[in-house]
């Protein structure tokens, strides 16, 4: 019987901790903004804010050769950040990835701030993870870098590709039909 009551009790704690932990992260608020540079802007709006805070622009780098609706400006930002990538989707930014300068702040260090400021995030093998109802935000341990992700354009962007599959697919059944 003892036993019973104390599993009882142990799964009561559990359930309550789960409870509060949910409610912390429903109530949860990621800065979505860097140096004034938040996610959503648009391009224009990006290079105005940099020459203002005298960003310094490296360039952009072709890595979505087909694509020319998705582009990425580098920029560098000593010392903390080797280099900083901002990615944008339709002229407006999608995401920010910060590649730190591990000399001058660690993997713990950056972990401990961001568990002060956004508490106990999801854990993996490589990543820690929050995310709120508009952001994901995600450091990483190897490369030791962070990634802020707007969900919403992430999300339609997944749907948008999954999308046009769905379409694709849908047109090859349709024309082996027809066969």
């Keep these: 019987m003892f036993k019973k009551i104390v599993i009882l009790i142990i799964f009561i704690f ?9 409610q912390n992260n429903e109530n949860l608020k990621i800065s979505r903004s860097f140096q004034g540079i938040n996610l ?8 105005k804010i940099a020459k203002e805070k005298n960003i310094t622009i490296q360039g952009e780098l072709e890595v979505y ?5 998705k582009s990425v400006v580098a920029t560098i930002f000593p010392p903390y950040f080797r280099k900083i990538l901002f990615f944008f ?24 701030r961001l568990y002060s400021k956004y508490g ?3 854990v993996n093998q490589k990543q820690f ?18 990634k802020l992700i707007d969900k919403e354009l992430f999300n339609s962007l997944a749907e948008t590709e999954q999308n046009i599959e769905n ?11 027809t066969l």
């Design 167 to 177: 379409i694709i697919q849908q047109s090859m059944d349709n024309s082996l039909d």
């Design 129 to 146: 993870i929050w995310e709120d109802s508009q952001t994901l935000l995600i450091l990483e341990k190897d490369p030791f870098i962070v």
């Design 65 to 69: 050769f087909n694509q020319p609706d």
């Design 40 to 47: 959503g802007i648009q391009r224009t709006e990006f290079e």
């Design 14 to 22: 559990i359930f309550c901790f789960n409870l509060i932990a949910q």
């Design 120 to 122: 106990t995030p999801i």
């Design 89 to 112: 989707y339709r002229d407006t930014l999608s995401m920010i990835i910060f590649f730190f300068e591990s000399k001058y702040i660690s993997v713990y260090e950056e972990y401990s």
